[in-house]
Structures are given as structure tokens and as C-alpha cells.
């Protein structure tokens, strides 16, 4: 469970254009603003994994907000909310885990801002790519942090559009010595709405 969410709170390569990089401080003001509009919108959220094994896993996680959101990857399902956590595996019934999970969840959500803005270092403009015949600003950046206890580290690319919201992301990560290449790409939906299964 925790694998599949690693991926959360983020493979693609392109033309690179002629276009001027912004400077280091305005890359790291435009990755931060890009995050920030992340965090407080609806989204979708396709996720390619890709561990140091070559073993692929695929995950969807639509979110309302940061705490309220659901997760598929292969066959099981997760619905969590403030109030619990629900499960299913198939087509079976929703179940609530015997055991409280929500402070899990809750220590893989982002980080307070500040908290994420001080583990990010080397941000860096790499200009513009061409990406499925859209114009995207890349911009990369290392973070160093804990997930519920574990160091992570990784080096990641974010894909901005014209609005300054992140649709494309890719990140190298190791953690406890296992590295993965994830892929994600985001859709912005304000039409989602997650609430516990009935």
C-alpha cells in the first residue's frame, strides 16, 4: 500500500526550445507556485512506476483535496477521507481496516510548504520541451525528506503550462537503497468529488 502512494505526494523527454530560461530564483518561485496550485485543486493524477527491477506498476489517485482522495492500482482500491480509510480488492465489498490507517495516510501527504521549500535544492530551469504537441517549461529540482519515517531522496522534472500548473512530472527516487523511475501526469478536474463508498 505504502509503494502505491509513494508516487504521490510525482519517462518523458522532448525537443528542447530556443526559448530563454528563467533565472534561478524566478524557477524556484514558478516550481513553488506550480505546487501551491496543485495542492488546492481537483485532480487526477496517471502514475507509471518503474522499479530498479523493471517491474511496472500503474496507479490512478483522483483528489478532492490532499485528505480527501482515491487510489487505484491494478486490481485494489482505496478511498481515503478525514473520517477513514476504505479498501477493496476486485470487485469485492468496501471494507474499513480493523486498525485506524489514517495517521499513515496522513504522514505521506506533502508537507507543510516551508517544510517542502527547505529539502528542495538544485532547482533549475531547463527551458522549454515539446511534450504530445504541447509547450512545456521544465523545471528540475532534488529533494532530500522523510515519508512516515523513511529518507527519500530524488531528482525530479515538472512540466509546467501556460497557467503555471504542473501536467507531467518524472522523478528518480532511491529509498532504503531501491531505486524507481516514476512518470505522472495530471489532469485538473473541478467536477471531482470523493466520498466514502457506500
Same mark, same amino acid.
Given at each position: 500500500m505504502a509503494r502505491m502512494f509513494t508516487g504521490v505526494a510525482l519517462a518523458l523527454l522532448a525537443g528542447l526550445s530556443t526559448l530563454p530560461a528563467l533565472a534561478d530564483g524566478a524557477a524556484r518561485d514558478a516550481l513553488f507556485n506550480a505546487y501551491q496550485k496543485m495542492v488546492s485543486a481537483h485532480y487526477v493524477a496517471d502514475t507509471v512506476t518503474i522499479d530498479g527491477k523493471g517491474r511496472k506498476s500503474n496507479s490512478t489517485l483522483e483528489f478532492e483535496t490532499m485528505n480527501r482522495f482515491r487510489a487505484t492500482t491494478g486490481d485494489t482500491a482505496m478511498v481515503v477521507l478525514p473520517e477513514g480509510v476504505w479498501m477493496r480488492s476486485g470487485n469485492g465489498e468496501w471494507m474499513q481496516? +480493523?486498525?485506524? /490507517?489514517? $495517521? /499513515?495516510?496522513? !504522514?505521506? *501527504? +506533502?508537507?507543510a510548504m516551508d517544510e517542502v521549500?527547505? !529539502? =528542495?535544492?538544485?532547482?533549475?530551469?531547463? @527551458? /522549454?520541451? =515539446?511534450?504530445? @504537441?504541447?509547450? *512545456?517549461? $521544465?523545471?528540475?529540482? #532534488?529533494?532530500?525528506?522523510?515519508? /512516515? !519515517?523513511?529518507?527519500?531522496?530524488?531528482?525530479? =522534472?515538472?512540466? *509546467?503550462?501556460?497557467?503555471?500548473?504542473?501536467?507531467?512530472?518524472?522523478? #528518480?527516487?532511491?529509498?532504503m537503497k531501491q531505486t524507481s523511475h516514476t512518470v505522472q501526469t495530471l489532469r485538473y478536474d473541478d467536477s471531482i468529488r470523493v466520498t466514502a463508498p457506500r
Amino acid at each position: 500500500m505504502a509503494r502505491m502512494f509513494t508516487g504521490v505526494a510525482l519517462a518523458l523527454l522532448a525537443g528542447l526550445s530556443t526559448l530563454p530560461a528563467l533565472a534561478d530564483g524566478a524557477a524556484r518561485d514558478a516550481l513553488f507556485n506550480a505546487y501551491q496550485k496543485m495542492v488546492s485543486a481537483h485532480y487526477v493524477a496517471d502514475t507509471v512506476t518503474i522499479d530498479g527491477k523493471g517491474r511496472k506498476s500503474n496507479s490512478t489517485l483522483e483528489f478532492e483535496t490532499m485528505n480527501r482522495f482515491r487510489a487505484t492500482t491494478g486490481d485494489t482500491a482505496m478511498v481515503v477521507l478525514p473520517e477513514g480509510v476504505w479498501m477493496r480488492s476486485g470487485n469485492g465489498e468496501w471494507m474499513q481496516p +480493523p486498525i485506524d /490507517m489514517s $495517521a /499513515m495516510f496522513k !504522514g505521506m *501527504l +506533502p508537507m507543510a510548504m516551508d517544510e517542502v521549500r527547505s !529539502g =528542495t535544492t538544485n532547482v533549475k530551469d531547463e @527551458g /522549454m520541451r =515539446t511534450i504530445n @504537441g504541447q509547450d *512545456l517549461r $521544465a523545471i528540475s529540482y #532534488d529533494v532530500d525528506s522523510k515519508v /512516515m !519515517g523513511i529518507s527519500v531522496s530524488s531528482h525530479n =522534472t515538472v512540466f *509546467l503550462d501556460d497557467s503555471g500548473k504542473i501536467v507531467r512530472s518524472e522523478s #528518480d527516487s532511491t529509498v532504503m537503497k531501491q531505486t524507481s523511475h516514476t512518470v505522472q501526469t495530471l489532469r485538473y478536474d473541478d467536477s471531482i468529488r470523493v466520498t466514502a463508498p457506500r
